[in-house]
């Protein structure tokens, strides 16, 4: 009996385009096919890496994908919508249907807290009073490159009970050889959609902060167990890639 074993993939990219293309293209090869118990879109099919590691050397390089032109494909994200995604980042607004943002967990975290109020249980908001982006810029600032504290949580072991738990939950940094570089963990990705947008507005945000800082900009490595294309992207990953003749 054949002992079936993990399959993880690792990615080498010049920059974000690059990236994208060669996650269409080795997902078709190398991905899982299973249906949704829990999750977004329950009851659909994805398909999935088993776990995958991204690198990217350049991601400033070319930050939006191309579609070739008259290629039958929606383009996945465009510079207007992901200017709008990094004030999504960097700033704590939050609607009211919305358990957390990104932003709100990086530049102004909160924690939930139940008590008893005229014998009734009520939540309330109270703020950690940290602003992570602009925490580890000081630590870089004055404290010098040689540390490994410089990483910023999006996760919050509250999140379990979350009915959509944080994709993203690690942005670690590193500056070596006079740049800053991200490290990421996503939970789950949508290839398809979420890829391009959340590291091109990542990407602005360390292109921010490395000047802040006083260094270069450097590369990205993201990592997931959960990078994913929902069955509605799969013919239009085979068409990007030019692998119609796949039985998926």
Not at 113 to 127: F, N, Q, R, T
Not at 137 to 149: H, R
Request: one cysteine or more; charged letters at 25%.
């Amino acid at each position: 009996m054949n002992e079936k074993l993990l399959n993880p993939v690792y990615i080498d990219a010049f920059d974000l385009d690059d990236a994208w293309f060669q996650c269409l293209s080795k997902i078709l090869d190398h991905g899982h096919i299973y249906t949704i118990t829990k999750g977004s879109y329950e009851g659909q099919k994805r398909l999935e890496f088993d776990y995958c590691v991204v690198r990217v050397k350049k991601p400033a390089h070319q930050i939006i994908p191309i579609i070739p032109e008259g290629m039958p494909i929606p383009a996945p994200t465009d510079m207007d919508y992901i200017q709008g995604y990094l004030s999504y980042l960097m700033t704590g607004a939050k609607t009211e249907t919305e358990d957390y943002t990104y932003g709100e967990r990086l530049v102004n975290p909160t924690i939930k807290i139940k008590e008893k109020v005229d014998g009734k249980e009520m939540s309330k908001e109270m703020p950690l009073d940290v602003n992570q982006i602009e925490e580890v810029i000081k630590l870089y600032k004055e404290k010098g490159v040689g540390t490994n504290q410089a990483v910023m949580e999006i996760g919050m072991p509250s999140d379990i009970k979350l009915a959509d738990p944080p994709c993203l939950r690690i942005i670690d940094t590193r500056i070596r050889y006079g740049k800053l570089h991200f490290m990421l963990y996503f939970r789950s990705w949508d290839l398809w959609g979420g890829f391009p947008s959340n590291l091109g507005g990542l990407q602005l945000v360390k292109q921010y902060m490395a000047e802040e800082i006083g260094v270069e900009d450097g590369e990205i490595i993201a990592a997931s167990k959960g990078l994913h294309l929902y069955d509605y992207a799969w013919d239009l990953a085979k068409l990007r890639t030019n692998k119609q003749n796949l039985a998926i």
